[in-house]
Structure formats: structure tokens, C-alpha cells
């Protein structure tokens, strides 16, 4: 079975940077789209990245110019710069993967300080 384990989180001034990991187990890494996501408390997940498996990006706009996604096929690791971070940014932050989601992992917690 497919697992999900994201690292890199902490706490950040506003302005700071963060650089997100997800790593997957298993031979389905390269060929398939994975997706960043975040839920801040008492908010729904939502889609902050996605990147596919050719490499071809997408962001939601609340992050586009701040944040960069990208991976690693030799390391089935995908990776989440965040630059310019704001308090708004603030959340539980998860991947998986595009065409099919997998059992979530634990997440990482993002916070930004004001």
C-alpha cells in the first residue's frame, strides 16, 4: 500500500521560507501527478499545487509567485518551496497524488508568524 509522509513544516516569521517534503512508498511515483494541499482549523482542505508527471506546475492564486513545486523522481519525493510566507498560509499541509488520492498521510504543520 501506497504511504504518504510529508516533513518540513515549522513555525516562521511572515516574509520567512519553508521548504515542504512528501515522500511516497511504492512504483507509482513517477508516473503519476502529485498534488499539495493544506487545511487550516476549521477551514476545508484545498488544492495549493499541483504538479504532473511531466513536471507541468499549477497553483492556486493565493500562493502563485510565492510558492514553487517540484520533484524528484529518483527520491519518489515531491517538495513545496514557500517563500513570502503570511499568517494566512498557516495550515496542516498534505500531498497526494493527482489521478487517484491514496490514504492521507499525517500532514505538516505550517505556521506563520505575524
Known amino acids: 500500500q501506497v504511504q504518504l509522509v510529508e516533513s518540513g513544516g515549522g513555525l516562521v516569521q511572515a516574509g520567512g521560507s519553508l521548504r515542504l517534503a512528501c515522500t511516497a512508498s511504492g512504483s507509482v511515483f513517477s508516473i503519476n501527478g502529485m498534488v499539495w494541499y493544506r487545511q487550516a482549523p476549521g477551514k476545508q482542505r484545498e488544492l495549493v499545487a499541483l504538479?504532473?508527471?511531466?513536471?507541468?506546475?499549477d497553483y492556486a492564486e493565493a500562493v502563485k509567485g510565492r510558492f514553487t513545486i517540484s520533484r524528484d523522481n529518483a527520491k519518489n519525493t515531491v517538495y513545496l518551496q514557500m517563500n513570502s510566507l503570511k499568517p494566512e498560509d498557516t495550515a496542516v499541509y498534505y500531498c497526494?497524488?493527482?489521478?487517484?488520492?491514496?490514504?492521507w498521510g499525517q500532514g505538516t504543520q505550517v505556521t506563520v508568524s505575524s
Open positions: 497526494n497524488f493527482l489521478s487517484i488520492t491514496r490514504p
Open positions: 504538479i504532473s508527471a511531466r513536471g507541468n506546475t
